[in-house]
């Protein structure tokens, strides 16, 4: 969480600025994911903030620029959110 608040700092802006989260679902390591998506979800939660899962192709495919513009669509919902872990 650390380094997301020094993040956060680095670039002026702070949790009550953010309006919606987008998280990476996977693939990936089962640790790093289910870590990932936890603490996407506890902010979330904790600010009222909108919660967006995406796979690692949206970026691949549309490269991370075009992440922010896709349409919300194209996101799952965090009620919806289901991690793709690979081994």
């Known amino acids: 969480m ?3 608040l020094n993040f956060l700092k680095e670039h ?6 953010i309006n919606e989260i987008l998280v990476n679902q996977g ?3 089962i ?10 979800k ?3 939660f904790a600010k009222n903030i ?8 949206d970026i691949t495919e549309k490269g991370l620029d075009q992440l922010v513009k896709i349409n919300k669509k194209n996101f799952t919902n965090i009620k919806l959110i289901k991690p793709l872990y690979s081994s």
């Open 2 to 4: 650390i380094l997301i």
């Open 12 to 17: 002026d802006s702070n949790l009550d600025k």
């Open 27 to 29: 693939p990936g390591k």
């Open 31 to 40: 640790s790093s994911i289910r870590n990932s998506i936890a603490i996407a």
């Open 42 to 44: 506890g902010i979330a």
């Open 50 to 57: 909108d919660l967006y899962g995406f796979l690692s192709e």
